[in-house]
């Protein structure tokens, strides 16, 4: 299930991706189909590992080229291990509520961004995580450790990333289907994933991410602009010189 529309990055063969906060690969297995050169970080050790142990699997079958597969790190978003402008599109997804200090998180990103790149950050919108958040002080912190700790408007993260020298280059929401499932989980507690009711919307979820009916597909169009969960903001960095922008540098040899 992506989030971000690759499409509107521009992602082409041979360009240097970097997921930060890249959970179990999702996008970044994506990215490497496309056959961009991809490197995946994390805070969680259990998330780096899954995601090394899908990605040397798809690797084994066939599904995408080893020459692709640049490294799996477990690391702080605040603090990136790479030179300045090693990449050429940068992605977070889901990850900047669960930082204290997004700003530093945000500069470093757009730090490691090559002049003239392209990032996009996902987050979730602000109406369905506010009635999480009514819902149960369990779903997110100081409660739940390691949860969201802000309710972010459209509006804030836009002037976040256009104070960290990103312009802005459009927006949009995602996964309707997606919010009543967690309001369900938040109203009959986030931790309770055997309630009858919460099994039953996880099924069809599931169902709906494998078969991708039309009606379904439908219904995401029409209803996400309103009840989308996450929030996808684009940005492009300014080429203010071109110095340094080729030839293109091996990330993890630019690690530092």
């Known amino acids: ?85 090693a990449f050429d599109v940068v992605i977070t997804s889901e990850v900047l509520e669960h930082i204290q200090d997004d700003v530093a998180a945000i500069s470093e990103m757009v730090r490691v961004l090559k002049p003239g790149g392209m990032f996009a950050a996902t987050v979730p919108a602000w109406l369905p995580e506010k009635i999480n958040w009514m819902l149960s002080d369990e779903y997110h912190a100081p409660i739940s450790v390691g949860g969201h700790v802000r309710i972010y408007s459209a509006t804030e993260l836009k002037a976040k990333l256009v104070t960290a020298g990103l312009d802005p280059r459009g927006q949009h929401r995602a996964h309707a289907l997606h919010s009543p499932y967690w309001w369900l989980k938040c109203a009959v507690g986030p931790t309770n994933d055997d309630h009858p009711l919460v099994t039953k919307y996880r099924e069809f979820l599931e169902w709906d991410i494998m078969t991708q009916p039309r009606s379904t597909k439908i219904a995401e169009k029409v209803l996400s602009p309103a009840l989308g969960k996450s929030i996808v903001l684009y940005g492009h960095k300014p080429a203010t010189s071109p110095i340094g922008t080729d030839p293109k540098p091996d990330p993890v040899e630019v690690a530092r």
């Open 1 to 85: 299930m992506l989030t971000i529309k690759f499409d509107k990055l521009g992602l082409a063969p041979g360009d240097r991706v970097l997921d930060v906060g890249a959970g179990f690969g999702r996008h970044v297995f994506e990215c490497a189909r496309r056959g961009a050169d991809v490197v995946a970080l994390d805070y969680a050790e259990d998330e780096v590992v899954q995601t090394r142990a899908t990605l040397g699997a798809m690797v084994a079958a066939g599904d995408i080229d080893v020459e692709r597969f640049k490294g799996v790190l477990r690391g702080d978003a605040t603090k990136l291990p790479f030179d300045d402008g």
